[in-house]
């Protein structure tokens, strides 16, 4: 099993755990890190009636934009999880600031070993996280006991077409993709494409910020001055991969009837 810190590295597009404790650094102007709020609170308001009697579980919960806003608009109860605690302390803050810190816990921790102890959500949110739990097989069957039984999991996630010749270590093809969603027992009922432009447009303001936080650092840091390049670079890769190699989707899944 990876380190914490490697995970945490990895779900940032990140190659290099050196770079775990400059993360709050790097991405203190950006608050929204990964999948977009306005499209997971869209999500659940068409699955449930009554949005205010739920609980969310956002695991991965960055600086808790997902959780906030949904606790905002929809009145859930949100518990947001994650392992940067200065990530935690932001999202503290911007709980209080939106006025609902009653509705929103926020808990530092390794979410693999807490989801052990977690049940009762309604939906289980994996915004951008990676595959900290492993493929969506072993992800699922993992966290389906935090589930109430008709609950269920919103994953932002990448997928490769089944036509594409491109590859990558961490991301499936559609295909396989669906067939281990399956095996878990699963199907996806609900999913939303991220256009194109808007990705281009939105990965293009994250990657200046980052950028200039990177070079800030590698002054302060001589000693560290490669670390800080390269991260610049595999953003670079990285935002190439999302724009134009695979398919950016959030989608809900549920257990199959």
């Not at 270590?169 to 295909?175: A, E, G, I, N, T």
């Not at 200046?208 to 590698?218: A, I, V």
Request: aromatic share 8%; hydrophobic share 40%.
């Amino acid at each position: 099993m990876k380190t914490i810190e490697e995970s945490v590295v990895l779900a940032m597009d990140g190659d290099d755990e050196k770079l775990f404790p400059y993360l709050p650094y790097i991405l203190q102007d950006i608050w929204e890190i990964g999948a977009d709020p306005g499209v997971i609170i869209d999500l659940i308001s068409s699955r449930f009636r009554n949005c205010a009697d739920l609980n969310v579980l956002d695991l991965g919960c960055g600086k808790g934009a997902v959780s906030v806003r949904v606790a905002k608009e929809l009145g859930c109860r949100c518990l947001g999880i994650d392992a940067v605690e200065a990530f935690i302390a932001v999202a503290q803050q911007k709980s209080q600031e939106y006025q609902v810190r009653h509705l929103c816990t926020f808990e530092a921790g390794d979410i693999r070993k807490r989801v052990n102890s977690l049940s009762g959500f309604d939906v289980v949110v994996l915004g951008a996280i990676g595959p900290v739990f492993g493929n969506y097989y072993e992800t699922l069957t993992t966290l389906f006991g935090c589930l109430n039984r008709k609950g269920i999991f919103i994953i932002d996630d990448g997928y490769i077409g089944d036509e594409s010749e491109f590859c990558h270590p961490q991301m499936f093809k559609r295909k396989e993709m669906l067939e281990q969603i399956h095996l878990a027992g699963m199907e996806i009922v609900e999913q939303r494409i991220f256009p194109r432009k808007e990705l281009v447009e939105e990965d293009e303001c994250i990657f200046k910020r980052l950028k200039k936080r990177c070079l800030e650092l590698s002054e302060k840091h001589p000693d560290k001055q490669q670390l800080f390049f390269d991260y610049i670079r595999k953003q670079e890769v990285e935002n190439d991969i999302l724009e134009n190699k695979i398919v950016v989707a959030t989608m809900v899944i549920k257990a199959r009837n």
